[in-house]
């Protein structure tokens, strides 16, 4: 069997993608479950892009030790400083440096002749090797650059040590016929070919990003790179648990394994789904919550008489099914923090409490606490700054009936430790709340998007509202959970609120 290695950029191309931002600590907990899920690089961030991203790739690369953590890096000296900066404390220090080498990149982008662009890829890779012993230069555009400059360019580079190859297929336009081919060419003709790792970067705008990843593998490709969901720019990267269960289930016709832990697969969805509010379409191959749903009779039928009729993999396999209630409300605090730890949880021990707190009113009220509730309550907790004073929601009423107003009446806690309680009314309960807390903060706040929806199933289920605001000049998206779905919007809005506030505080960090 042959070995693929497995790049995950959930954090980099994926959060680059339209409405994803996430904190730090979010960032933290994604690439800790990443480490648990196997993958064998974790692509961190962009450190030179902002100081936040910096952030995040240095405490990610100094936290995570399984996985090989790397930074992007375009092929300029300021950037490869920032990223050793940020790097250097990783047990392999590797960085991603890239520039594009497609004809109309080249002219119209970075307004360079080929001649140009191989002196600074070379000069770049060069310098990077000085300080990194793991070093991967991508040529961006690949696909649809010329091969033969392709070949000139990364037999230079290769030279100049660079230790990984990478061949994106940028734009998604590939098919997998021509992406395979492409690597055949470049691993039969590129000098020194053999003493480097050729990696596959594909794009899915045509919908064909995990076929393309896999005939890249066919043809001698040794790592590959995307994202969990697929999720990244445009149409998104190929969805990294595609590729890695395709190739366990299809292990009789593909003889290649990865190291990813499959087990890790749900797990890993769900926290990055809820971690970036991306939600996963219903049919998403592999992680989609229809995915191992059978619903015609026909096919229920079957299943009963002998599931292999109609699954071709169990739910098990990704980590899916009935999790074993382990927790009910005379479970103690050890289980618990035992349980959040076992689910990848780290938590402050005064976080922790919080969710053990909110889980014992939760468990008072609900007659099954599911692993959903349970990351639900988890991942409330992770706020990135400890020491950022924020708002804190005491209580909510709402007085609604078809034939009066709605009015909220709302008390909370400001960061400066105040209790303020403020009403106002609305021409709906959810406005008569929004209405209510924007008097608690200075100036109008614009609801971008707003969303409810059950964790889980039951009539008992947690409500759990995601919403998008603008305060000034920053958006934020705010989440959180409740088992009315009134104070779950309350709570979103506030925790919006809160990251603006740590937002605001960061930058002001960066800027003293
Ligand atoms: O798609 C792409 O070309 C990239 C590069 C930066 C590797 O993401
Ligand atoms: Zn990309």
Known sequence: MQKIDIFDTTLRDGEQSAGIN????????????LERLGVTIIEAGFPASS???????????????????????????????VTWEAIKG????????????SPIHMEYKLKKSPEQVVEQAVEAVKYAKSRFSLVQWSAEDAFRSDREFLVKIMNEVIAAGATTINVPDTVGYATPAEYGALFKFLLENVKGAEKVKFSAHCHNDL????????????NGALQVEGTIN????????????????????????????????????????????KL??????????????????????????????????????????????????????????AAFRDRAEKMGFDLSDERLNKAFDEFKKL????????????????????????????FELKSVQVQYGTENIPTATVSAITPQGELKTLASTGSGSVEAIFNTLEQFFDGE?????????????????????????????????GRDAAQDVLEASAKAYLNAMNRQLIQASMRAQVTQ
């Open 51 to 81: 100081p936040g991203d910096f952030d995040a790739v240095q405490r990610i690369a100094n936290t995570v030790k399984g996985s090989i953590v790397t930074g992007l890096a375009r092929c300029v000296q300021k950037d490869i400083d």
């Open 445 to 477: 706040i614009n609801i971008l998007d707003y969303r409810v929806s059950s964790v889980g199933k039951g009539r008992d289920a947690l409500g759990e509202a995601v919403i998008n605001l603008r305060y000034k000049d920053m958006t934020t998206t």
């Open 276 to 333: 970036t509010n991306v939600v996963i379409q219903p049919n998403k191959a592999i992680v989609g919550k229809n995915a191992f749903a059978h619903e015609s009779g026909i096919h229920q039928d079957g299943m009963l008489k002998h599931p292999e009729t109609y699954e071709i993999m169990s739910p098990s396999l990704i980590g899916e099914g009935e999790v074993p209630l382990v927790l009910g409300k005379h479970s103690g605090r």
């Open 22 to 33: 996430l904190n730090t600590g979010e960032k933290i907990e994604i690439a800790k479950q």
């Open 363 to 390: 468990a008072d009220r609900k007659k099954e606490i599911t692993e959903a509730d349970l990351i639900t309550l988890l991942t409330e907790q992770q706020v990135l700054i400890d020491d950022v004073p924020l």
């Open 90 to 101: 990783a047990a392999q220090p590797h960085i991603h440096v890239f520039l594009a080498t």
């Open 230 to 273: 697929g999720i990244g720019e445009r149409a998104g990267n190929v969805a990294l648990e595609e590729v890695a269960v395709a190739l366990k289930v299809r292990g009789d016709f593909y003889p290649y394994e990865t190291t990813i832990n499959l087990s890790e697969i749900k797990r890993t969805s769900q926290m990055v789904s």
């Open 207 to 218: 919908g064909m990003a995990t076929a393309n990843t896999i005939a890249a593998i066919e």
